[in-house]
């Protein structure tokens, strides 16, 4: 089993900028596809960035250029720098974690941006 917990959110001012981390109760880090979704209320989860266990990284385009993903294996955890923070990023930010068939997923962590 695998446990993925979240943290760094918050609320912030547009412009501003948090970072989220994804503590991984196993060495998975280096071996999954790691990812952060996000959903906002009443919309769908969507992907906002993912990293494979080679360290390619990819985003979504609304957030491409302001928000970047990264790791540390020897940590097991997983980071989301988010800048330029906009209203619309406002969502519950989960971690997720993929390997061929099975994911795991975070518990949750808000984010408001908000003046």
């Known amino acids: 089993q695998v446990q993925l917990v979240e943290s760094g959110g918050g609320l912030v001012q547009p412009g501003g900028s948090l970072s989220l981390s994804c503590a991984a109760s196993?060495?998975?880090?280096?071996?999954?596809?790691m990812g952060w979704y996000r959903q906002a209320p009443g919309k769908q989860r969507e992907l906002v960035a993912r990293?494979?266990?080679?360290?390619?990284?990819n985003y979504a385009d609304s957030v491409k250029g302001r928000f970047t993903i990264s790791k540390d294996n020897a940590k097991n955890t997983m980071y989301l720098q988010m800048n330029s923070l906009k209203p619309e990023d406002t969502a519950i930010y989960y971690c997720?974690?993929?390997?061929?068939?099975?994911?795991?997923w975070g518990q949750g962590t808000q984010v408001t941006v908000s003046s």
């Open positions: 997720n974690a993929a390997f061929f068939s099975l994911q795991w």
């Open positions: 196993r060495s998975i880090v280096s071996l999954y596809t």
């Open positions: 990293i494979t266990n080679d360290g390619s990284e």
